[in-house]
């Protein structure tokens, strides 16, 4: 059974940094194309940004304008999000997933495993 376990989050000030880190056992990740999802309070959750298998392809969702980068390192079993320029409007409990499948890798339930979730704030 892949276990994923999220890591990184914390509280920072607004146009700071952080690096979210997802580790993976129980399984390869090799096999998983994996992703990051947030959920704030009182909100759905939400696509952050996907990579495919070997990550060459990545994918963002909207708000994200250039500011995080998604990326996977297969020999670690580890996959990372590179947050910058954080805004209070990313303040949310940040989850990794991982899915076997083909589905469109935006959405939730196109994931199979789930993180507990690190919780961001980001202050103003």
């Known amino acids: 059974q892949v276990q994923l376990e999220e890591s990184g989050g914390g509280l920072v000030q607004a146009g700071d940094s952080l690096r979210l880190s997802c580790a993976v056992s129980?399984?390869?990740?090799?096999?998983?194309?994996m992703g990051w999802f947030r959920q704030a309070p009182g909100k759905e959750r939400e696509f952050v940004a996907g990579?495919?298998?070997?990550?060459?392809?990545?994918y963002y969702g909207d708000f994200v304008r250039g500011r995080f980068t998604i990326s996977r390192d297969n020999a670690k079993n580890l996959m990372t999000l590179q947050m910058n320029s954080l805004e209070p409007e990313d303040t949310a409990v940040y989850y990794c997933?991982?899915?076997?499948?083909?589905?469109?890798?935006?959405?939730?339930?196109?994931?199979?495993?789930w993180g507990q979730g690190t919780q961001v704030t980001v202050s103003s």
């Open positions: 997933a991982a899915t076997t499948g083909y589905d469109n890798i935006k959405v939730a339930p196109a994931y199979n495993y």
């Open positions: 129980g399984g390869t990740i090799n096999y998983y194309r």
């Open positions: 990579v495919e298998w070997s990550g060459t392809f990545t």
